[in-house]
Structures are given as C-alpha cells and as structure tokens.
C-alpha cells in the first residue's frame, strides 16, 4: 500500500506521518532534513548533543548545596545577637573608641565616638595586702579633635588640644591600696564627674619633675646628643659622654597644671591624691565651667 494517504501512515504527505525523505509532517518527524511546524530542527544528532533536564539539574549545585555554602538566617540572627549581647555585658569593664577617620597615631581625630564602663568592682588580696574599688561610665561624641604632646627629657611634658563640636559626660571615682612594707605604702584616690557641650574647646597643660636626677639627665642627654659629637670631632676621639645620675637623687618636687577654654557650656570637676609608688606624695584637682564663654584650670603639686 505505498500510494494510498493515510491518515498515520508512513507516506510522503501523511498527516501525521514523518517517515518519507522528503515528506512534511504537521507536527514533525524525525527523518533527516524535514521540520515540523513550529520551525525546530527535528535533528536527533541535535537533540543527543543537546543535555536533557536530568543531566542540567545534576550540573548545577541543588538547593540543599547552596544552603550548606551559607549560612542560614537562623544562624545570622543567633550570631548578631551574641556580638551584641557581648557588646552589652555590663558584668566586664567595656572600652569603645571609634573614629571615621584618624591618624595612625590617633593625634587627629574626625567623628570621634569614645565610651568607657568600669563596673563596680572591689577586690582584695590579703597574702600582698593589696585593695581595690572603682566605679565609673564616661561617654564623648565631637566632630573632631587634635591634640599633641612635647617631651621634655626626664622632666616631663607639655600637652594641648583642640576639640570641635563635642559633647560628653562622666563619672568615676577608684581607690587603690598596697602595702608591701613599711617603706613601699602605696596608695590613690581619685575621683571626677561633669557635663558638657560645647562648639569649641581648648586645653594646654604641663607636669614637670623638678629633682637632681631629672634635672641632671636632661640636661645630659642634650649634651650628649648635640655637644658630645662635635666635641668628639674636634678632638679626633671619642670623648665620654655624661653618665646618668643615681636613682638616689631622683627627690625633689612636681608642678603641673592646666587651663581650658572655649564657648558652650560646662561644669566638671575633678580631685585625686597619690601616695607612695615611687611619686612620693601628689595632689591634683581641677575645675571647668560656663555657659557661654567656658573657662577652666587644673593644678597638680607634689613632693618626691
């Protein structure tokens, strides 16, 4: 029967057939060199090179893959909060200090966030007849801050710095004791509180150390870092330089003090004495306030 037109059969114009070399089927054959209706290739050494969707699946990583490679957010959520709950532990002295951007020193400041917590706290170690008690919480917002400090050998430092745009509150007082001996007592009281906001602050101050030893290395250590090499250029030799004094004549005083400025408003305060320790016997206290024009100073004077 290879002339009649079936309507499934294998003939040239069959209506649904696809078997004929040349024949057109409505939905398509699979011989070679025909197509179907909707214009794709019935090739079947196309569709053998082409991956089927079994094999693209296996390809590509499943749901359960991807999830093994990140974490849930379940576990997100446990790990953000942890940070945070350990962020918040009041029961542990806690320190922050932030800043947009700073120098590596951190001398220059922009966006400068700083908080400090000390819990309260007392301990003591009958065996060496030690004491401690402290209790404070500090916080500072400014814009931006710089400050520096000048060495002056053994005798101490001078210090300044300029604050923008900052506000800031604290209080603290700590109280230490040690007794090692009759001749190596020490002991610290020190205690601060205040508020403030200002525009525009200021402060410059100074400690020195006025003894025979301080006095005496500095001036040594600038002869033998300036006058020492010349001298020892002139002489053709190495001239000796100046030795260090003994520790046995580091007594003698220390002074400092400091004073403040700026505009905005504050009131802070400040007292604290040390005992022993190797500074002999040290007073400081200190005093700011204002609304409007700010001014403050600040003195410390012992003996050593």
Do not use: W
């Not at 078997?19 to 569709?47: C, Q, R, V």
């Amino acid at each position: 029967m290879t002339d009649s037109a079936g309507g499934v059969g294998g003939s040239a114009n069959g209506g649904m057939g696809g078997g004929s070399a040349d024949g057109d089927s409505s939905i398509g054959g699979g011989s070679p060199g025909s197509e179907n209706s909707l214009g794709s290739p019935t090739n079947g050494a196309g569709l053998a090179d082409s991956p089927t969707t079994a094999e693209t699946l296996s390809r590509s990583p499943t749901t359960a893959d991807q999830l093994s490679c990140s974490l849930t957010t379940a576990e997100q959520l446990a790990a953000s909060a942890g940070t945070l709950g350990q962020a918040l532990d009041l029961s542990k002295d806690a320190s922050l200090d932030v800043s947009i951007c700073s120098t590596q020193d951190k001398s220059v400041n922009i966006g400068h966030v700083e908080a400090e917590y000390s819990a309260p706290d007392a301990d003591l170690n009958t065996e060496k007849a030690k004491a401690h008690a402290s209790v404070g919480i500090s916080g500072e917002i400014n814009i931006a801050d710089a400050e520096t400090e000048i060495g002056l050998g053994r005798l101490g430092q001078l210090d300044a710095k300029v604050t923008a745009g900052t506000i800031n509150a604290h209080g603290k007082i700590e109280a230490k004791a040690e007794i090692k001996g009759l001749t190596d007592t020490s002991a610290s009281l020190k205690a601060s509180a205040g508020a403030e906001a200002m525009a525009i602050d200021g402060h410059a101050g100074f400690e020195v150390s006025i003894t025979p030893k301080t006095v005496g290395d500095t001036l040594g250590g600038l002869y033998n870092s300036y006058v020492d090499p010349v001298v020892d250029s002139v002489a053709g030799r190495d001239v000796p330089e100046i030795p260090e004094v003994p520790d046995n004549f580091d007594h003698g005083i220390v002074i400092g003090g400091h004073i403040d400025g700026g505009y905005g408003a504050s009131l802070k305060g400040s007292a604290g004495i040390e005992i022993g320790d190797g500074k002999g016997v040290k007073v400081s206290g200190s005093f700011k306030a204002g609304l409007g024009p700010v001014v403050g100073a600040g003195a410390t004077f012992g003996a050593k």
